[in-house]
Every structure is written in structure tokens, then in C-alpha cells.
């Protein structure tokens, strides 16, 4: 019995120790890891994008943004313009099409390696929405409106990154109070020189 009790009790201290070495062992690769230098480190690139959103049910959005990446943050200025494509059986207005301008700019963190690289970031925006509007009552009558309102953008970029240029694959989306959005573009961009 005595035995056993012993036993358990160094198997305790055993793993209690195991389990103390892994921690530290832990410990040593995220400091490491933390202080290996990103290769994206103080670049700066372009991107420029065609792609769906959607937005009015379906839309086409042409993007362009502008990134640098220095030492903690990402910086990104972006503008996108987005206009219906298929109007929906609920639009009062089918020989006017819906279209909306956004500015914004985004905070976030960049990973890479070699020219391949991921982008994620979000900010704050400003978007212009110009839409048809008409009363149910009044089928011969209609308004064209125009409404400004803040949002929230996002984006996820991944790709391949040079100053000959490359592609990548961006998911953007707009949190704000007229027209909500998510959508996918294909984008070429081009490394810039930090001058």
C-alpha cells in the first residue's frame, strides 16, 4: 500500500515537472519567435482590384489601396466604387442602378514570407450611396437619393508580392448603416520602394 501510495506520489512530482519544463520550453520558442523579423517589415504596396459584392443583391466593386507596413501596424488608405448588377424583385426602380463610393482607412497586422504574404486589417470609412427611392402608391414617380454614412471596413489580402508585380485574393467587407457588404476581388499588386 505504501508502495503505491509512493509511486503515485513520484509520478505526481514527474509530471508536475514535465509539465513545468514544457511551459518554459513554451515560453522560450514565443520569445523567439517573437523577435525573428518580419520579412514585410517597412514595405509598402499597391493593390488594385475587380471584383463582386453584395451589396443590392449582387453588385460589381472596382478597388484600389494603398499599404504600408512599419514597424507594428499596417496603414492602409482604400476607395472602392460599387454598382448593382441584378436589381431584386423588391427594387422600385429598375432603369436606375444603385451605385456607392467608399473612402477608408485600416489598421491591422501583415505576414510573409519569400514575396508571399497575408494582409488583415479594418478601420474607419466613409461611404457615399446614391439609390432610387419611390412611394409603392406612385408608380410613374421616383427620387434618386444620395446619403452619406460612416462604416466599418475590412479586408483580408493574400498573395503574391514583387515590384514586378503579382496577384492576390481580397475579402472585403463594410459594416455601416445604408448598404452592408461582403464580397471577394482579384487583385494585381506591385511592391513600392520606401523613400
Known sequence: MRRAVLFTYL???KLRRLTSLLFLVCISFAVQAQY?????????????GLGANSSDNL??????SKSKYEETVSTTLRA??????????DDSIFFRKNRSLEVGILWGQVWGRKNM??????GMGLTLRLYGDSAMQVI???VYKAGATIGVPAQIEMGYLSKKGGLSLMFVGNWNFREPY???LICYTRKLSLK
Do not use: C, K, R
Not at 525573428?36 to 488594385?48: E, R, Y
Not at 453588385?59 to 484600389?64: E, K, M, N, P, V
Not at 472602392?80 to 424583385?89: C, F, V
Not at 504574404?117 to 479594418?122: D, E, G, I, M, N
Open 140 to 142: 410613374d414617380q421616383f
Open 36 to 48: 525573428t523579423t518580419n520579412p514585410m517589415l517597412n514595405t509598402a504596396w499597391t493593390s488594385f
Open 59 to 64: 453588385s460589381y466593386q472596382l478597388f484600389a
Open 11 to 13: 509520478s505526481a512530482m
Open 182 to 184: 461582403y464580397g471577394a
Open 117 to 122: 504574404f497575408l494582409a488583415a486589417s479594418a
Open 80 to 89: 472602392a466604387y460599387s454598382q448593382e448588377l441584378i436589381s431584386g424583385t
